[in-house]
């Protein structure tokens, strides 16, 4: 089993305009709602690549965490969550603009959470440890917890003998990979950043930084470069993948693929380069489409022959 946990997940809105014009009143083409959070959609994605053992779980608060959860159930991922009482499940609004082909996104504040709802979600996960081998930690952290959060979970399921994943922005990395997680997977970069005291500048630097993680006991990792551009850590063995000539429409809940991706590769019996083809290629296959979801796994077959992948180290 493979238990995908999102502390802070959303409500996801895509709203389809002719033209995004400040300060107007606009009626949308289409519009698409849909239960988000890294680790709710990677659950989703694994089911869709025709793994089934996934239990979805989280926080929710307020009738937008009804609502999600209504929707979620409704998608057929099982779940079981736990609610808290200070605020509402966060809206990721993305406004898709037709004629200039860009997207404006737009996300509120969301709930506040406490220690002991972590303690309550640890409670609650219990009766499926005994099935459960992966872990899944996904996004941002809700107000009112610690930075040390996942560390502090990590380190409490890795002592559990589970295999973990982080999968968030670079803000989180650094501390959850002091717990030493299993894997660790990286959103796209906004161009240069720090993690921790290891500045990154180049693609070369994010090379050098995935060996430094697995040096310390990770043993996969996936840092991300330019969004078409993937450093891949697998077992000692470092990978530069990227996407020749992609067609990308919204990389909305892509990263969430690739981790699901890495995972079902993993679980596969798949190796080095074809993990990490297999784990690019599902983000891709999202990547195409205005909401983050796959057809099947012929859908991300089909996408292998736009990823190239070279083993670097």
Known sequence: MVICVTLNPAIDAYLEVKKLIPGSFHRTEKEIYSPGGKGFIAAEILMKLGYSDVLSTGLLAGRNGLAWEDSATQRGVPGSYVYIHNGNTRRNIQIVDLTESTVTSIGTKGPEASPQDIEKLKKRLRPHLGRAEWILFG???????????????????????????????????????????????????????????????????????????????????????????????????????????????????????????????????????????????????????????????????????????????
């Open 139 to 313: 996004g941002s952290l809700p107000s009112g917890l610690s930075p040390d959060t996942y560390y502090e979970l990590i380190k409490y399921f890795n002592g559990l003998g589970k295999k973990t994943v982080i999968n968030a922005t670079i803000e989180y990395l650094p501390r959850a990979a002091d717990a030493i997680p299993f894997m660790l997977v990286e959103d796209p970069k906004e161009g240069e950043e720090h993690f921790g005291d290891i500045e990154v500048h180049s693609l070369e630097d994010e090379i050098k930084l995935a060996k430094s993680l697995m040096d310390r006991g990770i043993q996969v990792v996936s840092l991300s470069w330019q969004v078409i551009h993937n450093v891949i850590g697998i077992y000692g063995n470092v990978y530069h993948v990227h996407l020749v000539d992609p067609h990308i429409f919204s990389v909305v809940g892509a990263n969430s693929a690739l981790t699901a991706g890495l995972i079902h590769a993993i679980i596969s019996g798949m190796e080095g380069p074809d993990i990490a083809k297999h784990a690019v290629a599902t983000a891709y296959a999202v990547a195409t489409k205005l909401e983050p979801d796959i057809d099947g796994i012929v859908q991300v077959q089909k996408v292998y022959e736009y990823v190239e992948v070279e083993k670097v180290l």
